[in-house]
């Protein structure tokens, strides 16, 4: 059972008559609960397991009528890059920017506003710095490998898995662990979207769902990797390349570092993928192959 959390009274504000009470710090056992909820959640973000096309439905359906918009067309979608071109061309982009945004605003609001009034804000701070601020920076390069230059402004009409389990981090454990209360039916469809959900695309009478991708690969350091093989691979085939975390160009990312050849170094343009080609390359190689000067 969790130990109730240290509790003190703030300057009183009042409700009806009765004064709020805010939690003022956590006791060691609630300390020691907060690294199982970022790993928790950044489990649910990176899953590879297929979506149920109900329960995705069900849960837009739900967060469209949440901020007063009616049912739209739910299309699942095997990528986000098919999402994000479908939106595209349905010349929805500043709609959808708008919608995107009134749905995360709608949902993260209404949940941050009844559980931060339950918290002095140092403490407040505090967890959103270990339970949100240290995922995000996780999780936030994973979110923009997946679509190239001129689709990144695509994001803001969606919302991603990654984002909602940053949210959802923090929310869960100020809900279950420091038992601070939240409207059941708002904290729920935020559950829904991130438990049913890949990424989500927003217009007004349509919205894309995405199927999660069928592989990620990552290095000990949790940083995308894969050699001679994708990182990411979505059911269509849309995949991203990467090295130790650096998005790579199908050029070098369908071939084992073993096969990448010393001139690429010469011809590369860009700076860290150079530093990548060197390090896979290694410098053994690289001075038998190169030609003296």
Not at 20 to 41: D, N
Not at 73 to 79: G, L, P, R
Not at 151 to 166: D, F, G, K, R
Not at 260 to 268: A, G, K, T, Y
């Amino acid at each position: 059972m969790v130990a109730i959390a240290t509790i003190g009274l703030t300057n009183p504000v009042t409700d009806g008559d009765m004064s709020q009470i805010k939690i003022e710090k956590l006791t060691q056992k609630q300390e020691a609960l907060i690294p199982v909820y970022p790993e928790k959640w950044r489990r649910i973000a990176l899953s590879t397991e297929a979506i149920d096309p109900q329960k995705s439905s069900n849960a837009i359906k739900a967060a469209y009528e949440l901020i007063g918009y009616q049912e739209p067309e739910i299309i699942i979608c095997d990528s986000p890059y098919a999402a994000s071109y479908a939106t595209v061309n349905q010349n929805g982009r500043e709609l959808g920017s708008e919608l995107g945004s009134l749905l995360v605003n709608q949902l993260y609001s209404q949940v941050v506003n009844q559980l931060e009034n339950q918290l002095w804000s140092q403490l407040w701070n505090q967890l959103w710095n270990q339970l949100h601020s240290q995922l995000d920076s996780q999780l936030e390069s994973q979110l923009y490998s997946q679509l190239d230059c001129q689709q990144v402004s695509i994001l803001y009409c969606c919302i991603s898995p990654e984002y909602l389990a940053c949210y959802s981090s923090l929310f869960d454990f100020c809900i279950s662990v420091l038992n601070c209360t939240c409207e059941p039916k708002i904290w729920q469809i935020f559950q829904s979207l991130a438990f049913d959900c890949g990424w989500i695309f927003t217009l007004e009478k349509t919205c894309y769902v995405c199927d999660r991708p069928r592989i990620l690969s990552f290095d000990n350091q949790q940083r995308l990797h894969a050699e001679g093989q994708p990182a990411i691979q979505y059911a269509d085939g849309f995949s991203v390349y990467a090295y130790h975390g650096v998005t790579l160009p199908e050029k070098y990312g369908q071939l084992h570092p073993n096969q990448w050849q010393v001139q690429w170094i010469l011809e590369e343009k860009n700076a860290e993928l150079r530093r990548v080609l060197i390090q896979g390359i290694g410098y053994a190689r690289i001075c038998q192959e190169l030609p003296a000067t």
